[in-house]
């Protein structure tokens, strides 16, 4: 393994009785060479992810990813750090559970501590029509493997006395849980995939902006970028919310349009919110951070941007769905918001698939809902980048669901593509 070696407790004994001489920095900084067997676009999440695992689990080599700022500076380090896989539809739910269990061993896999914390989701009901739907969606989910369970009003009161119960215009009536969901430090997540795909050799070549792909005779052949051309077998592009500017370097429209999506942070609390928590009569959702800030967001932005920044009418619209549900939120100052660039599909559901390109693979349409995609969008986009087949859990996840009418339509978990 380069530079650093492996992490463990031993390691940080040593260290801290040999003056910390032995950290090295945690991946290289290597120069582009002139050509690769895969490119990977985009050193966010998936990026990186599709790197580490395409070198690791599928023994491919000369890999480089290419990253126009640094690495994690996009949505992979923007998000309010959500993992879960309460999903309904077939299409979906495989492929989110396959990512809470690669979730599950991922510190070990890759010797990083991301601080996984399955602490718990719940998502309020507060209709008896929201109860059946509810029902339907845990039913699903356990028919896939994962686990849910069904709380009534008490149960959810036990946990969060404060919640709006006695004088809310929607109350409370009970929630779907899935105990296994919960957040994880999400800029750790870039930084663990980036050393993990750095010590199985993979070329991480931050501040390289691709302006153009080449294609000859319908078959990629490489990379221009603000560093040079970069010559490559296969390209994979993992760029999120810029996924419709470097498709149109091939000239390729995409069901998709990028919003802005708002995250917010309190001041520090004492310990109020020991899981995650969504409103089920508004577009709230809340956890708080280890240090104490209540983490939460709701609404995208509503307008087509490539600009990282949110507005003011969208951090009242979200003051108001939290003061609604824990009406004492009124009282917390707001430390902090920014915001990231959502690639919001047509059905709210993501794109694993080639193109018509030879060679050249898309990965996008990850709506608000990408983070806890990371570990398998990765690992499938790996799969299909290699074999050139999807992988199963993946299936669903083309592009020609668009014209074949089969949409992904979640609706109440994914995103809600009749909003955008
Ligand atoms: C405020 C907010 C809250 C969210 N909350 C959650 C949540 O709780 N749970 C959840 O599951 N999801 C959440 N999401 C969504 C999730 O963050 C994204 O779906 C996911 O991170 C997108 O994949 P990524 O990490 O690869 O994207 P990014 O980190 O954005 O990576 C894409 C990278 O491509 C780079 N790039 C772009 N163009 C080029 C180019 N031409 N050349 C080279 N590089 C380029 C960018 O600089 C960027 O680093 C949230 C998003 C936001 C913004």
Known sequence: MFGTG???????????????KGWGPAWRDPEPQAAYDYIIIGGGGHGLATAYYLAKEFRQARIAVLEKGYLGG????????????????????????????????????????????QRGIINLIHTDAQRDAFTRRGNAMILNGADAELLDREQVRAMYPFLNFNNARFPIKGALMQRRGGTVRHDAVAWGYARGADSCGVDLIQNCEVTGIRTEHGRVTGVDTTRGFIGAKKVGVAVAGNSSRVMAHVGMRLPMESHVLQAFVSEGLKPLIDGVMTYGAGHFYVSQSDKGGLVFGGDIDGYNTYAQRGNMPVVEDVAEGGMSLIPMIGRARLLRTWGGIMDMSMDGSPIIDKTDIEGLY?????????????????????????????????????FDRFRKGLMIDEKGQGAQPNLH
């Not at 004994?13 to 040999?18: D, H, I, Q």
């Not at 309904?88 to 996984?116: R, T």
């Not at 809902?369 to 992988?391: E, M, V």
């Open 74 to 117: 996009g949505n992979v380090g923007r998000n309010t750090t959500i993992i879960r896989s309460n999903y309904l539809l077939d299409g979906n739910e495989p492929f989110y559970e396959f990512s809470l269990k690669l979730w599950e061993g991922l510190e070990q896999d890759f010797n990083f501590n991301a601080m996984v914390s």
């Open 6 to 20: 492996r992490y463990s407790g031993w390691r940080v004994v040593k260290e801290a009785l040999t003056g910390h």
């Open 362 to 398: 898309f990965n996008g349409g990850w709506c608000y809902g990408g983070f806890k995609a990371t570990p398998a969008s990765g690992w499938c986009f790996a799969h299909l980048l290699a074999t050139d087949r999807p992988h199963e859990t993946a299936t669903a996840y083309r």
